[in-house]
T-cell receptor
């Protein structure tokens, strides 16, 4: 138990569906992250939020839409995905910082395994 | 881009020490060395990090060479549950400390 909970753990969706992944952290952190891990590829950073503000968008297609309503919750809204978007989506959290210089140790959730048909 | 080089895979007998090497020849003075591991189908788990000095915690020891161009993660008594992919990552000490994962070393601990 890392203190970072992701739901659902498994999701199968069609290319025309709209779904959302949810992440919740109980660690009192202020920075949250989405990573993507495709089969046989390294983890790729997608988005970073620091104190609810998006600070990093790693050239992610607009069919992925993140939302961070507060420092404890992070969503990834999915729409019109492609089969190549099938992957393990990992959420992480860490200490944030009011003015840069944040990161430290990241605590990861178990991931949401997405299959796009 | 990942700034580290690690062997693709390693084997270790249960109960023996596992020594996982990492080369980071372009590391700069303001970059830490971090180690994470990822057990199959789980999220990565933080193990240890260091800047110059050797470090030890309840999970592992980290040995960093004097020129800081390489390091070794040591699991003193490997167990079957230590079978995982181990990632060596360098990251800055200031600013946004992005974690860039490479392909890591797949460690297989056998009975």
């Amino acid at each position: 138990e890392t203190g970072v909970t992701q739901t659902p753990r498994h999701l199968v969706m069609g290319m025309t569906n709209k779904k959302s992944l949810k992440c919740e952290q109980h660690l009192g952190h202020n920075a949250m992250y989405w990573y993507k891990q495709s089969a046989k590829k390294p983890l790729e950073l997608m988005f970073v939020y620091n104190f609810k503000e998006q600070t990093e968008n790693n050239s992610v297609p607009s069919r992925f839409s993140p939302e961070c309503p507060n420092s404890s919750h992070l969503f990834l809204h999915l729409h019109t995905l492609q089969p190549e978007d099938s992957a393990l989506y990992l959420c992480a959290s860490s200490q944030g910082a009011a003015s840069g210089g944040f990161g430290g140790e990241l605590f990861f959730g178990e991931g949401s395994r997405l299959t796009v048909l | 881009d990942a700034k580290t080089t690690q062997p693709t895979s390693m084997d270790c007998a249960e109960g023996r020490a596992a020594n996982l090497p990492c080369n980071h020849s372009t590391i700069s003075g303001n970059e830490y060395v971090y180690w994470y591991r990822q057990i199959h189908s789980q999220g990565p788990q933080y193990i240890i990090h260091g800047l110059k000095n050797n470090e030890t915690n309840e999970m592992a020891s980290l040995i960093i060479t004097e020129d800081r161009k390489s390091s070794t993660l040591i699991l003193p008594h490997a167990t079957l549950r230590d079978t995982a992919v181990y990632y060596c990552i360098v990251r800055e000490t200031t600013g946004f400390q992005k974690l860039v994962f490479g392909t890591g070393t797949r460690l297989l601990v056998s009975p």
